[in-house]
């Protein structure tokens, strides 16, 4: 039977499952009849059809019928016990490394915080807060030195405790994803803390008693900040350690492994939420022995579920320890740079193509541009030490106008205005190289052959773009994204076109005003994504209003990393003000160098969709293959022919 009198044929039958599969009301006796069918119809397109769009279509279809019959029906208790009671004791036991280290790496800085308290005496005051050690003198001279846990209303100190350490918990795993150093930095902030707290109530005689009132709620509060960093250190060391997968997918695992350690902690942190409001808040109440069971109990709970219990099931399920995971990832089919792309399309090969070739222009930006751009920056922050001692109104605007020289106070500004188009330039070059060795291995060799061909081009085409960002001020960038594309793509279009420099240029204008609308539109999408997914890092609303030394009414995770660096500075006499502000602009320039080849990327596909409406190369050789189409090859072709087949 030929393929349309087969589809002819059925597709009554194949309508009236579309329409009973969207209705509210399905019959069961129905399904299941044109269940049988359809399997009957799916067979017959398998022996006759099998390279045919009809038989993925009677696929699809079959797969439809079976989930309708088959309705998964909700998670029950069971399930969820099972969860506790194997899959995340298993990938505790996968991590059972990383967490060994973090707990080890929280008592080397425990005790480097006891034993800095024991030779200085005001060590405690700079990591704890001089007003806090005042405090606490006068609590323990009152008889009562952990008054501190004395409050008016039991219920908002649970609360307002338990947000505070679920959101501290969750900073130190999640900032895990930057190569493990978020985590560590978090772990270390409070393991010194608890040292010196520690040890500063042993030096007045009541290291005992303060242990029976902190530990209390302490022994789940503490062990779930250091299984915490144990877990961002799982996450982060997917991007450090890929293994046998890519670093996308190891880090997809990682994360997902690393994240069902920190929800079982969740139970933990709320618990030591209620232990500090209820019962540490009454200690003096509680008898010694009562104390001490409770502490022991906690430990012996945490030692028993994250140490004993998952090596009791690792050793039952020995299969599912070294079991493989799959992970779904976008395809990794290659790019066909003669075609013409829509928006749509240029947008979901721009983050496609990010991802399959980071590791070729990030080595490029980590080995040649960060190097380049902290040099400049220590030069700059030399020069402009009175800007590094303060806050300012829009931090990431002063920090950039101070790294880059946007200001022109001086004729170093200048020069490293200068240089930094230089650096922009060599971001395009390395995604311009990229493109070119789309299918070969990356070798430092043939990449400066490409850099002293490309470079000066590149260089001379991005220098409208550059300067134009330079001299006008952040809030005319609005009206700016209307006048950037008139010259957008001309620094690609040199990078990538094999021709005349004279013709390079000529075609550079000519491309970037043909796309003025594409490139307005992608630079307009680029520019809201990731504006939007800045704001935790660097909140728009993160400003400081009025006295520039206070804190800015909304915090954004980088004013708390810069309170981390001030404190740590206070602690070991450094300068608070530059140091703090030197770490911002090293997340600024990362952010540069991890964000920029975005826009760069959307950039050359840009260029290369108005390359073949100009030269039409793609068109061209879609002419050499006129004729020899694969009959049994399914392609766009045959779907469109199979769905219109349908509606007649």
Same mark, same amino acid.
């Given at each position: 039977?030929?393929?349309?009198?087969?589809?002819?044929? /059925?597709?009554?039958?194949?309508?009236?499952?579309?329409?009973?599969?969207?209705? =509210?009301?399905?019959?069961?006796?129905?399904?299941?009849?044109?269940?049988?069918?359809?399997?009957?119809?799916?067979?017959?397109?398998?022996?006759?059809?099998?390279?045919?769009?009809?038989?993925?279509?009677? /696929?699809?279809?079959?797969?439809?019928?079976?989930?309708?019959?088959?309705?998964?029906? &909700?998670?029950?208790?069971?399930?969820? #016990?099972?969860?506790?009671?194997?899959?995340?004791?298993?990938?505790?036991?996968?991590?059972?490394?990383?967490?060994?280290?973090?707990?080890?790496?929280?008592?080397?800085?425990?005790?480097?915080?006891?034993?800095?308290?024991?030779?200085?005496?005001?060590?405690?005051?700079?990591?704890?807060?001089?007003?806090?050690?005042?405090?606490?003198?006068?609590?323990?001279?009152?008889?009562?030195?952990?008054?501190?846990?004395?409050?008016?209303?039991?219920?908002?100190?649970?609360?307002?405790?338990?947000?505070?350490?679920?959101?501290?918990?969750?900073?130190? #795993?999640?900032?895990?994803?930057?190569?493990?150093?978020?985590?560590?930095?978090?772990?270390? =902030?409070?393991?010194?803390?608890?040292?010196?707290?520690?040890?500063?109530?042993?030096?007045?005689?009541?290291?005992?008693?303060? !242990?029976?009132?902190?530990? %209390?709620? &302490?022994?789940?509060?503490?062990?779930?900040?250091?299984?915490?960093?144990?877990?961002?250190?799982?996450?982060?060391?997917?991007?450090?350690?890929?293994?046998?997968?890519?670093?996308?997918?190891?880090?997809?695992?990682?994360?997902?492994?690393?994240?069902?350690? +920190?929800?079982?902690?969740?139970?933990?942190?709320?618990?030591?939420?209620?232990?500090? @409001?209820?019962?540490?808040?009454?200690?003096?109440? $509680?008898?010694?022995?009562?104390?001490?069971?409770? %502490?022991?109990?906690?430990?012996?709970?945490?030692? #028993?579920?994250?140490?004993?219990? *998952?090596?009791?099931?690792?050793?039952?399920?020995?299969?599912?320890?070294?079991?493989?995971?799959?992970?779904?990832?976008?395809?990794?089919?290659?790019?066909?740079?003669?075609?013409?792309?829509?928006?749509?399309?240029?947008?979901?090969?721009?983050?496609?193509?990010?991802?399959?070739?980071?590791?070729?222009? #990030?080595?490029?930006?980590?080995?040649?541009?960060?190097?380049? %751009?902290?040099?400049?920056?220590?030069?700059?922050?030399?020069?402009?030490?009175?800007?590094?001692?303060?806050?300012?109104?829009?931090?990431?605007?002063?920090? $950039?106008?101070? +790294?880059?020289?946007?200001?022109?106070?001086?004729?170093?500004?200048?020069?490293?205005?200068?240089?930094?188009?230089?650096?922009?330039?060599?971001?395009?070059?390395?995604?311009?190289?990229?493109?070119?060795?789309?299918?070969?291995?990356?070798?430092?060799?043939?990449?400066?052959?490409?850099?002293?061909?490309?470079? !000066?081009?590149?260089?001379?085409?991005?220098?409208?773009?550059?300067?134009?960002?330079?001299?006008?001020?952040?809030?005319?960038?609005?009206?700016?994204?209307?006048?950037? *594309?008139?010259?957008?793509?001309?620094?690609?279009?040199? &990078?990538? $076109?094999?021709?005349?420099?004279?013709?390079?240029?000529? $075609?550079?204008?000519?491309?970037?005003?043909?796309?003025?609308?594409?490139?307005?539109?992608?630079?307009?999408?680029?520019?809201?994504?990731?504006?939007?997914?800045?704001?935790?890092?660097?909140?728009?609303?993160?400003?400081?209003?009025?006295?520039?030394?206070?804190?800015?009414?909304?915090?954004?995770?980088?004013?708390?990393?810069?309170?981390?660096?001030? @404190?740590?500075?206070?602690?070991? &006499?450094?300068?608070?003000?530059?140091?703090?502000?030197?770490?911002?602009?090293?997340?600024?320039?990362?952010?540069?160098?991890?964000?920029?080849?975005?826009?760069?990327?959307? +950039?050359?596909?840009?260029?290369?969709?108005?390359?073949?409406?100009?030269?039409?190369?793609?068109?061209?050789?879609?002419?050499?293959?006129?004729?020899?189409?694969?009959?049994?090859?399914?392609?766009?072709?045959?779907?469109?022919?199979?769905?219109?087949?349908?509606?007649?």
């Amino acid at each position: 039977m030929k393929e349309t009198k087969f589809i002819e044929q /059925n597709k009554e039958k194949w309508h009236r499952f579309e329409q009973l599969s969207e209705s =509210q009301s399905k019959d069961p006796e129905e399904l299941s009849s044109l269940y049988m069918d359809i399997t009957d119809d799916l067979s017959y397109a398998q022996t006759f059809y099998n390279r045919r769009t009809v038989r993925v279509y009677l /696929n699809q279809l079959a797969q439809r019928v079976y989930t309708s019959l088959h309705i998964q029906k &909700g998670e029950s208790f069971k399930k969820v #016990f099972t969860v506790w009671k194997v899959s995340l004791p298993l990938e505790i036991y996968r991590a059972r490394k990383n967490l060994l280290f973090a707990f080890i790496v929280f008592a080397i800085w425990a005790a480097i915080g006891a034993i800095s308290t024991h030779y200085d005496p005001d060590f405690t005051a700079n990591v704890i807060g001089a007003d806090y050690v005042k405090m606490t003198e006068e609590n323990i001279a009152k008889g009562n030195p952990l008054k501190v846990y004395e409050t008016d209303s039991n219920l908002g100190m649970f609360i307002d405790i338990t947000t505070n350490n679920l959101r501290v918990a969750f900073y130190t #795993f999640i900032f895990g994803i930057f190569f493990t150093i978020g985590s560590h930095i978090f772990l270390f =902030q409070n393991s010194i803390m608890i040292g010196t707290f520690q040890y500063y109530f042993a030096t007045k005689g009541l290291l005992i008693t303060s !242990f029976l009132g902190i530990w %209390i709620h &302490g022994a789940f509060e503490i062990s779930a900040l250091v299984l915490a960093a144990g877990a961002g250190i799982t996450m982060g060391n997917g991007w450090l350690f890929p293994k046998n997968y890519s670093r996308l997918q190891s880090l997809q695992l990682s994360a997902k492994r690393g994240l069902k350690i +920190m929800l079982s902690l969740v139970p933990f942190i709320i618990l030591a939420g209620f232990l500090e @409001s209820y019962v540490t808040a009454n200690y003096l109440e $509680l008898a010694e022995w009562t104390k001490w069971t409770l %502490i022991l109990l906690s430990f012996a709970i945490i030692l #028993f579920y994250y140490v004993i219990y *998952p090596t009791i099931v690792a050793r039952k399920y020995p299969e599912l320890v070294t079991e493989e995971e799959t992970v779904n990832v976008f395809p990794n089919s290659g790019f066909n740079l003669e075609k013409i792309r829509t928006i749509g399309q240029i947008l979901s090969d721009t983050f496609r193509f990010y991802r399959l070739h980071f590791s070729k222009f #990030f080595r490029i930006n980590i080995f040649m541009v960060f190097p380049l %751009i902290l040099i400049l920056t220590y030069f700059q922050n030399d020069l402009h030490k009175d800007l590094m001692a303060t806050n300012h109104y829009f931090d990431w605007s002063k920090q $950039l106008e101070i +790294m880059m020289g946007f200001g022109y106070e001086t004729s170093q500004d200048t020069l490293i205005n200068f240089c930094w188009a230089f650096i922009i330039s060599l971001l395009f070059i390395a995604i311009s190289y990229t493109f070119s060795a789309i299918n070969q291995v990356f070798t430092w060799k043939s990449f400066f052959s490409f850099f002293a061909k490309r470079i !000066f081009l590149v260089f001379v085409g991005n220098l409208f773009l550059f300067y134009t960002i330079s001299y006008i001020p952040w809030y005319w960038y609005f009206i700016l994204l209307f006048a950037l *594309p008139i010259f957008y793509l001309n620094g690609t279009v040199a &990078g990538i $076109l094999n021709d005349t420099n004279g013709n390079k240029f000529s $075609l550079g204008w000519k491309y970037s005003l043909r796309s003025y609308g594409n490139s307005l539109l992608t630079l307009m999408i680029f520019t809201s994504i990731f504006a939007l997914f800045l704001q935790p890092i660097a909140f728009v609303g993160s400003i400081h209003d009025g006295n520039l030394l206070e804190d800015p009414p909304i915090r954004d995770l980088l004013d708390m990393l810069a309170d981390f660096v001030k @404190s740590t500075c206070d602690t070991f &006499g450094f300068d608070r003000w530059f140091w703090s502000n030197y770490v911002r602009q090293i997340v600024y320039i990362l952010f540069i160098l991890c964000v920029l080849p975005l826009w760069i990327i959307s +950039m050359h596909f840009l260029a290369y969709n108005e390359h073949e409406k100009e030269s039409a190369s793609g068109l061209k050789n879609e002419f050499k293959k006129f004729g020899k189409r694969s009959r049994v090859k399914e392609n766009d072709v045959d779907y469109e022919e199979i769905n219109s087949l349908l509606k007649v």
